[in-house]
């Protein structure tokens, strides 16, 4: 072999070594990617947040001891979460806590595991109600749920499955095997 012809093979060589490298680069480009897909682009600890709607009122509070966004599904998770739900005249007027809850882009609000919806209301007939799991649309406050509903009021409480609720109207309606048990004390 000549030297021009060495010079040409060794640098086909060098340049399917680069090629291949490069492709490699493009394999962990493309893997890292994928795992950044499933990272928050944001997370915090301890937080509390106040949302207000366009007169400036405020319309709830979210406090929770982690709460982690993700941009590809615009969707907030939030571990121990307590929410404030503030009415037309701006008093507290529910306060719901859950051990997880996700908050997705179309302001549906998802509570797992040990939902309670306290009334805050000092006249109201309805004063509680708890279930496993339950749905809260933040633009109507519209609450349900499937699973099994245990609900308490003024000198009653009641028991069943599922769940229709209207935080505005403050009502509760649950959907299936009714069971009501009266309390003529007062507690």
Same mark, same amino acid.
């Given at each position: 072999?000549?030297?021009?012809?060495l010079i040409?093979?060794?640098?086909?060589i060098?340049v399917?070594?680069v090629?291949?490298?490069?492709?490699?680069? /493009?394999? +962990?480009?493309?893997?890292?990617?994928?795992n950044?897909?499933? =990272?928050?682009n944001?997370? @915090? $600890?301890?937080m #509390?947040?106040?949302?207000?709607?366009?007169?400036?009122e405020?319309?709830?509070k979210i406090?929770?001891?982690?709460?982690?966004?993700?941009?590809d599904?615009?969707?907030?998770?939030?571990d121990?979460?307590?929410?404030?739900?503030? /009415?037309? +005249?701006?008093?507290?007027?529910?306060?719901?806590k859950?051990? =997880?809850a996700?908050?997705t @882009? $179309?302001?549906? #609000?998802?509570?797992?595991?040990d939902?309670?919806?306290d009334?805050?209301?000092k006249e109201?007939?309805l004063k509680?109600v708890?279930?496993?799991?339950?749905?809260?649309?933040?633009?109507s406050?519209l609450?349900?749920s499937?699973?099994?509903v245990?609900?308490?009021?003024?000198?009653?409480?009641?028991?069943?499955?599922?769940?229709?609720?209207?935080?505005?109207?403050?009502?509760a309606n649950?959907l299936?095997?009714v069971?009501?048990?009266?309390n003529?004390?007062?507690?």
């Open positions: 072999m000549n030297k021009k012809n040409c093979f060794l640098l086909l060098v399917i070594g090629y291949y490298n490069y492709q490699k680069g /493009d394999d +962990v480009v493309s893997k890292s990617t994928q950044i897909s499933d =990272k928050p944001y997370q @915090s $600890d301890e #509390l947040t106040n949302i207000y709607d366009l007169s400036g405020l319309i709830y406090e929770s001891s982690n709460i982690r966004h993700f941009d599904s615009d969707n907030t998770e939030f121990l979460p307590n929410f404030t739900f503030y /009415d037309q +005249v701006h008093l507290a007027a529910w306060h719901i859950a051990k =997880k996700i908050l @882009s $179309d302001k549906l #609000l998802y509570l797992y595991h939902v309670q919806l009334n805050l209301t109201a007939q509680q708890k279930t496993d799991n339950a749905v809260i649309d933040l633009t406050q609450v349900t499937k699973d099994p245990i609900v308490n009021g003024v000198g009653f409480y009641s028991t069943g499955i599922g769940l229709a609720g209207d935080l505005h109207a403050k009502t649950i299936e095997n069971k009501t048990y009266y003529t004390e007062a507690k």
